[in-house]
């Protein structure tokens, strides 16, 4: 009855205005993604995520009377906050493992700063909107466990394992990478459970009580944001690679298959670090509308998003020189590409690498703006050529001029080289900034797939 109860009320409950706002952002970012708009591509990835926030919120006010963004506004700007911070944690273990990189980045650095701190703020009140989400629909209601009985020898033996989970990737990170993915949990929700603050929302105590509801939702929370984050991404202009060892030759999106499952435990790890956070705000919490303790005090709260900010400033940086491997090119970046040429392509609209290929795409198109442009096709032909490379999975202008040098200039040389070959010469260069070999294997394989030069066998 009280379930029927609900849906009756939700029936009656309209859709708020920000969660139109938000499905209307989406649908039009697909169109516009879907046409091309060079904009759009760049900046598509915050854009679906921030209008599927919205929207989320909206449907789970619509169908519980409340949500965190309509009715706790402040502890939704708190985990955007910290999402920031959190997810950044996750950056520093990958200048280590190298798992990703990120192509087609904006060239200017505060408008970068800008756009990369906007994405990174959508990593955890995502996942919790989600959750919510799941809540709401009542996913895993009827869901009961045997209560654990919680001795302290197992909070030890959960720290250690965490302290384990936390430095093996660091000292072998070909083969450990995945612990990264599950070792807060065991690191730090001990901690939580024995804070008075925080133990009813820790896992382990709801495990004493038998309630698995919180973690089943949030894996499942996890997998539903993780499948998003991989299907947006992949569509996007500015985006990341994965170079995940063992699993580069399948992937689904930029992702491999298995890497699906790392979704689910860093939901949940997400969950555990906020619920650390909060032992400071004394009582506060995003769960529900009756968390409103005292906060942290302002000493606490000013100390702490002080160092959050540096933290976040300090990787920011790292990212930058480590872990981004291209920004977003122009055709005048392009070695060997005449001026003269740029700016009768720019005329007509064409200063990009994809805005070249887009006009470009079949024999009568490329005739077209040859004759637009007042530029021989043979010529017209050879700045696609390198702008196809360069756009290819991201590989950037900078990696074009290397590639260059070594009589590489079209993506069908690319794919007749070898990965360790190629990369040993790339190096020899003395390039500020040479690729790894996994980054060497996207391209190639990328060139590979481009040209058909191979019969599917991969780069091994």
Sequence with gaps: MREHGQTEKAAKRRLPWYGWVGLFTLLAGEVGLFLGVFAVRVLFYCIAWWAYIVLADAWVWKRRGHSLLRDRPWEFLVLAFWSIAVWNLFEVFNFRLQNWFY???????????????????????????????????????????????????????????????????????????????????????????????????????????????????????????????????????????????????????????????????????????????????????????????????????????????????????????????????TLADIEGVPGALVERLARLGIDSPPDLLRRTTTPGGLATLAQQAGIAEGELRAVRSAAELVDLKGLGAPHYDELRRLGIARVEDLALQEPEALVIRWRALGAPKPPTLSQVKVWVRAARSRTRAFDGSGVQ
């Design 103 to 329: 192509v087609n980045v904006p060239t200017d650095f505060l408008f970068r700063a800008i756009f990369t701190f906007f994405a990174y703020a959508t990593v955890i009140p995502g996942i919790f909107e989600t959750y919510d989400l799941l809540r709401a629909y009542g996913i895993a209601d009827g869901v009961r466990m045997r209560p654990w009985r919680i001795r302290s020898w197992g909070l030890a033996l959960s720290v250690a394992i965490g302290l384990v989970m936390l430095v093996s990737p660091l000292l072998w990170p070909r083969y450990a990478f995945p612990w990264v993915w599950g070792f807060a949990v065991f690191l730090f929700d001990p901690i939580c459970y024995r804070a008075q603050e925080t133990r009813a929302k820790s896992l382990l105590g709801q495990f004493e009580q038998g309630d698995p509801r919180p973690f089943l939702r949030m894996l499942l929370a996890g997998l539903i944001s993780g499948g998003l984050w991989e299907f947006w991404n992949f569509w996007a202009y500015t985006k990341w690679i994965y170079t995940v060892p063992f699993f580069e030759d399948l992937k689904w999106f930029e992702m491999p298959p298995l890497g699906f499952l790392g979704f689910p435990p860093f939901a949940v790890e997400c969950y555990v670090l906020v619920n650390l956070l909060n032992q400071f705000r004394r009582g506060r919490g995003w769960e529900e509308p009756g968390e409103r303790g005292p906060g942290a005090s302002r000493r606490v709260a000013t100390v702490a998003v002080i160092i959050a900010s540096l933290f976040n400033v300090a990787v920011y940086v790292g990212i930058d020189r480590v872990t981004v491997q291209s920004y977003i090119p």
